[in-house]
């Protein structure tokens, strides 16, 4: 025999270990690899779904520091408010405080009155009311007057005009009659 030549025995080995490599090639790809494709492609969409969730939980938890800062700010400023707010009647020191403020800023002659009062109908205002005041100004420079507004809106936080009403006098254009209509928010004492 030649050395080319395969005998009966060698070509049925040779065939034996074709067959054996394939089926281990297919056990392996079947068995192992699939599995742990599987397995991995599992992993995959697990840490992609905790990436999310610790995504959202960092949101949340910006969410409840900033919820805190506000509250934090909230309660402040609901203690500066509530000691902005006088003891006893309002009608008692409102009419006062207004005349007091307009001869600072070189207004005369203020009458304040009371119009209206009202309980807020949101329940965590319910320990505050609204009074609504008209001031009488019967003579006023437009110049003065104008400041004298911007002052008095920026030094007082609970009060806001809402209405704001001048008429020239005849006998004198340089001095307006002007009536203002102010709403405060006062604690209820």
């Known amino acids: 025999m030649s050395?080319?030549?395969?005998?009966r025995?060698?070509?049925?080995k040779m065939v034996l270990s074709g067959i054996g490599f394939v089926v281990v090639i297919y056990v392996y790809f079947t068995f192992f690899l699939g599995p742990l494709n599987r397995s991995r492609a599992s992993m995959e969409r697990t840490i992609a779904d905790l990436q999310r969730k610790i995504g959202?939980?960092?949101?949340?938890i910006q969410k409840a520091s900033n919820l805190g800062r506000q509250a934090t700010d909230a309660t402040s400023r609901f203690s500066a408010y509530k000691n902005l707010s006088p003891d006893g009647a309002p009608i008692a020191w409102f009419p006062p405080r207004t005349k007091a403020f307009f001869t600072s800023q070189k207004v005369d002659r203020v009458?304040?009155?009371?119009?209206?009062t009202s309980a807020y109908t949101e329940p965590e205002l319910t320990a505050w009311m609204r009074y609504n005041w008209v001031i009488d100004l019967p003579g006023a420079d437009f110049v003065t007057l104008g400041s004298a507004i911007a002052e008095l809106e920026n030094t007082e936080p609970l009060l806001s005009l809402s209405r704001v009403t001048m008429k020239a006098q005849a006998n004198d254009p340089q001095f307006q009659q002007v009536g203002l209509t102010a709403n405060t928010t006062i604690l209820k004492r």
């Open 3 to 7: 050395d080319s030549k395969f005998n």
């Open 56 to 60: 959202s939980s960092k949101s949340e």
């Open 9 to 12: 025995d060698q070509i049925q």
């Open 111 to 116: 009458n304040t009155r009371l119009e209206t």
